[in-house]
C-alpha cells in the first residue's frame, strides 16, 4: 500500500509530465521534410507546412506532384493523417511523430503505397 506522501510524489511527477511533454497538435506545427519510398520504386522528398487548430491540420505540400498544393488531415489517438488531390489520384499520409521525426505509410494514388521518414525543419 503507497502512503499519501509517496501518491502526492507520484501525482506531481505526473503533473509536471503533462505540463512539460508537448501536445500532439504543437508537435505537428511546423515545416517537414519527409522522404518517401514507393512499393515500386522511386520516390523522392516531399515538404510539408503544417498548422493545427482542434485537431484539424491544414497546409501545404510541395514537392514532385507540385507546389503549394492545399494539405487537409487530422490529429488521431494514433498520430496524425493528412492528404491532399493530385493528378495521380489522392495522396494520403498516416503516421506517428516523436519529437522532431516523423515517419508512417503512404498512398501515392495510382502511383501505388509506401512509406515515408522525415524532420521537422526550424
Same mark, same amino acid.
Given at each position: 500500500?503507497?502512503?499519501?506522501?509517496?501518491?502526492?510524489?507520484? /501525482? @506531481?511527477?505526473?503533473?509536471?509530465?503533462?505540463?512539460?511533454?508537448?501536445? !500532439?497538435?504543437?508537435?505537428? =506545427? +511546423?515545416?517537414?521534410? !519527409?522522404?518517401?519510398? !514507393?512499393?515500386?520504386?522511386?520516390?523522392? =522528398?516531399?515538404?510539408?507546412?503544417?498548422?493545427?487548430?482542434?485537431?484539424?491540420?491544414? +497546409?501545404?505540400?510541395?514537392?514532385? !506532384?507540385?507546389? =503549394?498544393?492545399?494539405?487537409?488531415?487530422?490529429?488521431?489517438?494514433?498520430?496524425?493523417?493528412?492528404?491532399?488531390?493530385?493528378?495521380?489520384?489522392?495522396?494520403?499520409?498516416?503516421?506517428?511523430?516523436?519529437?522532431?521525426?516523423?515517419?508512417?505509410? @503512404?498512398?501515392?494514388?495510382?502511383?501505388?503505397? /509506401?512509406?515515408?521518414?522525415?524532420?521537422?525543419?526550424?
Amino acid at each position: 500500500m503507497h502512503s499519501i506522501r509517496t501518491r502526492q510524489i507520484i /501525482g @506531481c511527477l505526473i503533473g509536471i509530465t503533462l505540463l512539460v511533454a508537448p501536445s !500532439l497538435a504543437q508537435q505537428v =506545427d +511546423g515545416t517537414w521534410v !519527409l522522404t518517401v519510398e !514507393l512499393d515500386i520504386g522511386g520516390g523522392g =522528398d516531399a515538404t510539408f507546412v503544417l498548422t493545427v487548430e482542434d485537431g484539424e491540420i491544414s +497546409g501545404t505540400y510541395t514537392g514532385a !506532384l507540385g507546389e =503549394d498544393i492545399p494539405v487537409s488531415g487530422r490529429v488521431t489517438e494514433e498520430g496524425v493523417r493528412f492528404s491532399f488531390d493530385s493528378e495521380a489520384g489522392e495522396v494520403v499520409y498516416e503516421g506517428k511523430i516523436e519529437g522532431n521525426t516523423m515517419e508512417g505509410a @503512404c498512398e501515392y494514388g495510382q502511383l501505388g503505397s /509506401g512509406t515515408f521518414k522525415g524532420e521537422r525543419r526550424e
